[in-house]
C-alpha cells in the first residue's frame, strides 16, 4: 500500500509538492504554539517542588483583589510566625552600577534570602552559593558579557562602589524571579544575600515573596494563616497599617495570569490555520480524485473493498502530511525561537520554552488527523460514484458536478475559517495600534533620556552639585544642528514603572499599590 501511494504521488509531484508545502505551515504553526503554551502554562514553575510554590503579596482589606507590595518588616514578621511553609524568601530588585570589569554599566540586583535559592533546586554553573554579605551569584549572560572568564570565581566585582565576591556563576536558564506583578520585564543580572547594606532601602523598598507550601498545606489554608497574620499587624500598628491584608497565591497562576488569555488565542489562531491548510489539502485531493476516477472504478469493479480504498486514501495523505510535519518542525523552531525574543515582560519563564520530546509527537499525531481529515473529501467522492457510471462515456460530467458542489463547500468552508483568523489578527492589530498611538500629553518628538544610579552612600547635598554640572555638560552640547536645545534632570519619568524598570524605590508602605488588577 505504501509503495503504490509512492508511485501515486510520483505521477502528481506538484500537488505532493503543494499539499507538504500547506501541511508544513498549518502543523509548524500548530506545534510552535502549542510548544509556547505546553512551555508557560502546562509546565509548573522551573523549581523544585514547583506545584507548591506560591507569592505572598500585600493587599486592602477593602480591595482584596489588589496586589501590592510589602515592607521587609511585614514580610519578616509573616515569616516568622507562618508555620505552613518549608521554606520562604524574601527578594526586591534594585539596579545599581557596576564599576569594574570593563565599561561602566547598569545592572539589575535581586537582593534575597541567602538560605531561599538553593532551596529551589538550581545548581551553579561555577561555584556555589553566597554564604555571606559581602558574596554575590552572577547570571550567565552578565558572565558573558564580561569575558567568560571561568577564574572570576573568587574575585570582586563593584556595585556602586560596594566590592563583592563571586562566589557562583548561574546556569543559562535559572531565571528569578519570574515575572509577575510588580517583576515584570525583571532580567536579573547579580543576586545577593538580603541585608546588605547600602544596595536596598529596608524602610521604603518594594519587597516581596515566595513561599512553599508543606506537603498537605492547601493553598487555601496557606492564604488563610497569611491573611490572620497580617490582620495581626494591622492591629498592631493601625497608624501605618490602615487596611492593610496580604494574601497568597499560587505561583504558576501569578506568572501566567496576564499572558494566558493572549496565547490561548494565538493558539486558537494556530488551529484555525491548521484547518485552512487541512481544507486546502482536501481540495488537492478532491481534484487529484477526479482524475483518477477511472482509475478508481476499476479497482472498485474488481472487488477493492470501500475500507481499503479509504485505507489507501489515508496513506496517501499521511506520506505527505508526516513530509510536512517534519518540515513544520523546523519552522516551529523558527517561530518558538521568535516568540521567545519578546522577553520574559511577554513570556514569563522563556528560558524554559523549548522544542521537547512532546512536541514531535504531538507534530505527528496533527498529521495523522490531518491525513484523516484530508482524505475525506475524495474518499466520499469515490463511495458516491458507481463504477459502471464512471466507466461509461459520459461519466465525468456527472462525476464533475458532484466534485464541484463539494469543491465549493469546501471553499465557503475555508473562507469562513480565514474570515474569522483575519477578524483575529485584525483584533490584535488595532489593540496594539491603540495602545501605540494613545497621546502621552506632551511633545516627545525629539525626546531622548538616559538613567543615571546615584550609590547611597552619596548624600543630597553632594549629589546636587553634580547633577548641576552634568546639566551644565549637557547643554554644552549644543553646538551644530543636531545639537541639545535643553536639558533637565528629574527624579522620575512620566509612564515609565521605576521599580519594574530600575528596581528603585518610589514610596513605601501600603499606599504604594504597584499595580490594580482583578484576579
Same mark, same amino acid.
Given at each position: 500500500?505504501? $509503495? ?91 539596579? @545599581? ?35 555571606? +554579605? ?21 574575585? $570582586? ?11 557562583? =556563576? ?7 524571579? %519570574?515575572?509577575?506583578?510588580?517583576? +515584570? ?31 498537605? =498545606?492547601?493553598? #487555601? ?80 469493479? %474488481? *472487488? ?25 518542525? #523546523? ?27 512532546? #512536541? ?29 457510471? =464512471? ?10 458536478? @458532484? ?10 468552508? +475555508? ?7 483575519? $477578524? ?11 495602545? $501605540? ?31 548641576? @554640572? ?5 547643554? *554644552? ?35 504604594? +499599590? ?6
Amino acid at each position: 500500500m505504501l $509503495s503504490q501511494a509512492l508511485r501515486s504521488w510520483n505521477r502528481t509531484r506538484l500537488v505532493a509538492a503543494l499539499a507538504i508545502f500547506a501541511f508544513a505551515i498549518g502543523i509548524g504553526a500548530a506545534t510552535a504554539m502549542y510548544t509556547v503554551v505546553n512551555a508557560v502554562l502546562l509546565r509548573p514553575v522551573p523549581y523544585s517542588d514547583g506545584d507548591r510554590l506560591v507569592a505572598i503579596y500585600g493587599a486592602d482589606v477593602d480591595e482584596p483583589n489588589r496586589f501590592s507590595a510589602n515592607t521587609l518588616d511585614d514580610l519578616q514578621n509573616i515569616e516568622r510566625h507562618a508555620t505552613g511553609f518549608d521554606a520562604f524568601g524574601i527578594f526586591t530588585s534594585i539596579t @545599581r552600577s557596576l564599576t569594574s570589569r570593563g565599561d561602566p554599566r547598569h545592572v539589575t540586583v535581586v537582593a534575597v534570602t541567602p538560605a531561599f535559592l538553593p532551596q529551589l533546586g538550581p545548581t551553579p554553573a561555577l561555584g556555589s552559593w553566597p554564604a555571606t +554579605e559581602r558574596d554575590a551569584a552572577v547570571s550567565d549572560r552578565l558572565w558573558r558579557e564580561i569575558g567568560s572568564d571561568p577564574r572570576i570565581i573568587g574575585d $570582586s566585582i563593584v556595585l556602586d562602589g560596594v566590592p563583592f565576591t563571586v562566589t557562583a =556563576v548561574m546556569p543559562p536558564r535559572f531565571v528569578f524571579p %519570574l515575572a509577575g506583578p510588580g517583576t +515584570e520585564g525583571v532580567l536579573t543580572d547579580v543576586w545577593v544575600p538580603l541585608g546588605q547594606t547600602g544596595l536596598h532601602d529596608p524602610a521604603g523598598g518594594f519587597y516581596f515573596a515566595y513561599g512553599r507550601r508543606k506537603p498537605g =498545606v492547601s493553598l #487555601v489554608a496557606a492564604d488563610t494563616e497569611v491573611k490572620t497574620l497580617a490582620a495581626a499587624i494591622a492591629r498592631s500598628d493601625p497608624a501605618n497599617h490602615k487596611s492593610y491584608s496580604a494574601r497568597v497565591d499560587d505561583l504558576h497562576d501569578v506568572v501566567t495570569r496576564d499572558v494566558k488569555p493572549t496565547l490561548l488565542l494565538l493558539l486558537g489562531a494556530a488551529g484555525l490555520l491548521l484547518l485552512i491548510a487541512s481544507a486546502n489539502v482536501a481540495g488537492l485531493l478532491l481534484v487529484r480524485s477526479v482524475a483518477r476516477s477511472r482509475e478508481t472504478a476499476t479497482r472498485v469493479a %474488481l *472487488g477493492a473493498s470501500p475500507a481499503r480504498l479509504g485505507a489507501q486514501y489515508v496513506v496517501e495523505g499521511l506520506l505527505v502530511s508526516v513530509i510536512g510535519a517534519l518540515a513544520g518542525l #523546523v519552522i516551529s523552531a523558527m517561530l518558538v525561537r521568535a516568540s521567545t525574543s519578546l522577553g520574559p515582560e511577554f513570556l514569563p519563564s522563556t528560558s524554559a520554552v523549548d522544542l521537547d520530546w512532546s #512536541v514531535p509527537a504531538v507534530a505527528l499525531s496533527l498529521a495523522f488527523v490531518t491525513a484523516l481529515l484530508s482524505a475525506m473529501a475524495p474518499l466520499w467522492q469515490a463511495a458516491r460514484a458507481r463504477p459502471a457510471d =464512471v466507466l461509461n462515456a459520459g461519466v465525468r460530467l456527472s462525476a464533475g458536478h @458532484r466534485v464541484k458542489r463539494l469543491s465549493q463547500s469546501l471553499v465557503v468552508a +475555508e473562507i469562513a475559517l480565514a474570515f474569522v483568523l483575519l $477578524s483575529l489578527g485584525g483584533s490584535l492589530l488595532l489593540r496594539l495600534q491603540a495602545l $501605540s498611538n494613545t497621546p502621552a500629553g506632551f511633545d516627545v518628538d525629539h525626546l531622548l533620556t538616559f538613567s543615571l544610579d546615584v550609590p547611597d552612600a552619596l548624600t543630597h547635598d553632594r549629589w546636587k552639585p553634580y547633577q548641576r @554640572r552634568l546639566i551644565d555638560a549637557i547643554a *554644552g552640547a549644543r553646538r551644530g544642528p543636531g545639537g541639545i536645545r535643553q536639558s533637565a534632570a528629574a527624579g522620575g519619568l512620566l509612564f515609565f514603572d521605576e521599580h519594574r524598570a530600575r528596581g528603585t524605590s518610589v514610596g513605601h508602605g501600603r499606599t504604594n +499599590e504597584f499595580r490594580d488588577c482583578q484576579s
